[in-house]
C-alpha cells in the first residue's frame, strides 16, 4: 500500500509538472509579453511575467526568493516521504503533492528560464537560445503567469467617498497552472483533512515512521 501510494504521488507530481510547463512554454513562446486573449467577458488569457511569488506578489529579492523556494521544496519533499512512508490517507497525499507540484513548477521557471529563452516583450515573442544566452542568470528567471478572471470589473459610483468613480475588478491577480496546483492542495487540505492535520505533525516528530 505504502509502494502504490509514493507511486500515485509521484505519478501525480510528474503528470501535473507536464502541464505547467507546456503551458508556461506554449504561451511564452507564442505571446508578446501583456498581449491578451479573450475567452470570455470575465475569462482571459493574458500573458505576464512576475520575479515574485505566488499570484505576482513581490516582496524580497529575487534570489532571497528563489532559495527560500528550493529551502520550501526539499522541506515538502521530506515531509511527503514522511507521509507516505507512515501510510497516511490518499486524499492526504494528493493534497501535498499539489503543493509540492506548484513550488516545484515555480522554481523551474526561476532557475532556468533566465538561461534557456530570449526575453519577452511587448514586440519580442521569446524562443529558445543556448545554454546561458538568454535573458537573465541562473536563478533569476522570471515567472509565467496567464490566467486571468476578472469576475466582476465595474467603476464605484461617483457618490461613493474615496472610491468613487474608480475602476474595481473582483479578482484581478494573474496566475498560472502551478499556483492553482497550491491554491487548491491547501484549500482541500483545510476542507477535507483539517482535523487530520495534528496526525501529520505527528509523523513528522516521530524519529522513525
Known amino acids: 500500500m505504502r509502494r502504490y501510494k509514493g507511486g500515485l504521488s509521484a ?3 510528474v503528470l501535473l509538472l507536464v502541464i505547467d510547463q507546456v503551458i508556461k512554454i506554449y504561451i511564452k513562446t507564442h505571446m508578446y509579453l501583456h498581449e491578451s486573449i479573450r475567452v470570455t467577458d470575465w475569462c482571459y488569457i493574458f500573458f505576464t511575467e512576475n520575479n515574485g511569488m505566488a499570484f505576482g506578489m513581490q516582496i524580497f529579492g529575487k534570489l532571497f526568493l528563489t532559495s527560500f523556494r528550493i529551502i520550501a521544496v526539499a522541506a515538502i519533499i521530506w515531509c511527503l516521504y ?6 497516511l490517507k490518499t486524499g492526504f497525499l494528493v493534497c501535498v503533492s499539489l503543493i509540492l507540484t506548484g513550488a516545484v513548477g515555480n522554481i523551474i521557471d526561476s532557475i532556468f528560464y533566465g538561461v534557456i529563452f530570449s526575453e519577452s516583450t511587448f514586440s519580442h515573442i521569446s524562443t ?5 544566452t538568454g535573458y537573465a542568470p541562473m536563478l533569476y528567471g522570471k515567472v509565467v503567469d496567464m490566467f486571468y478572471f476578472p469576475l466582476i470589473e465595474t467603476d464605484w459610483p461617483s457618490w461613493m467617498p ?4 474608480e475602476h474595481f475588478v473582483f479578482f484581478s491577480p ?7 496546483c497550491i491554491s487548491v492542495g491547501i484549500v482541500a487540505l483545510l476542507i ?3 482535523k487530520y492535520v495534528n496526525r501529520a505533525f505527528d509523523v513528522l516528530k516521530t524519529k522513525k515512521s
Open 11 to 13: 505519478l501525480l507530481i
Open 82 to 87: 514522511k507521509f507516505v512512508k507512515a501510510n
Open 128 to 132: 529558445l537560445v543556448p545554454w546561458g
Open 162 to 165: 474615496f472610491v468613487g468613480g
Open 174 to 180: 494573474i496566475f498560472n497552472f502551478a499556483d492553482s
Open 192 to 194: 477535507f483533512y483539517g
